[in-house]
């Protein structure tokens, strides 16, 4: 999709509802609700964070999505593929800061330089104990990303339209800190695979982009 195309998309998303977790649970591990449940106590002592879904139009101004591929460490979302973004801090106004100072620091867009169009649905991830709050972006710059190098692996910039493809839809199995070698559903975008929480906010995201057009 041309970006000026997607200018006009995000004037409409504006005024909608959010699918909320009807979107998300479309793309939920199967063994998430008995992790849920076991996590009742925690979740209410769970850390917050704030992350971001931006979109930008590349050189060819043409939209897309920018992703991250995290380090590999010693960690619960090692080697995976998530959005800028990261733990809120007492010296942020609030969690939309949050979002906005974690991608300057991860990819190297300028907060200023972003828009934010609306918040999305919040979501907890159990294995870390984090409630994350995603929020839909827009800069109408070309970024000139710069990744941080001890958090950042890579960059994965997803075209529009591969993004709401139905053939970007799958299924994986994986290694998690609950079972190992289980099918998950998952996005497969530019040859990565996307599970868990991030394909779960990705499920809304998506759904809420369809509703515009």
Not at 101 to 115: F, L, N, S
Request: without cysteine; hydrophobic residues 40%; glycine residues 6%.
């Amino acid at each position: 999709m041309e970006f000026d195309a997607f200018t006009k998309l995000v004037s409409k998303i504006k005024n909608l509802p959010l699918p909320g977790e009807a979107s998300q649970i479309k793309m939920s591990p199967p063994f998430r609700l008995e992790f849920m449940k076991q996590q009742e106590q925690a979740i209410r002592h769970s850390k917050n964070a704030g992350v971001m879904a931006l979109f930008y139009p590349d050189e060819k101004l043409y939209t897309k999505l920018v992703l991250i591929l995290r380090k590999t460490y010693k960690g619960v979302h090692s080697a995976q593929v998530g959005f800028p973004g990261g733990r809120y801090e007492q010296k942020d106004q609030n969690l939309e800061e949050t979002a906005l100072r974690e991608t300057h620091e991860e990819i190297g867009v300028p907060m200023t330089d972003i828009d934010i169009v609306k918040p999305l649905t919040r979501l907890y991830i159990p294995p870390s104990n984090f409630t994350v709050y995603p929020f839909l972006g827009v800069t109408n710059k070309t970024p000139s990303f710069i990744k941080q190098e001890d958090e950042v692996e890579d960059l994965i910039e997803v075209p529009f339209g591969h993004f709401v493809d139905e053939g970007s839809l799958t299924s994986a199995f994986v290694n998690t800190s609950y079972k190992k070698n289980v099918e998950v559903p998952a996005f497969k975008l530019n040859n990565h695979i996307v599970w868990g929480a991030t394909a779960m906010m990705l499920s809304e995201l998506k759904d809420l982009l369809k509703q515009a057009t």
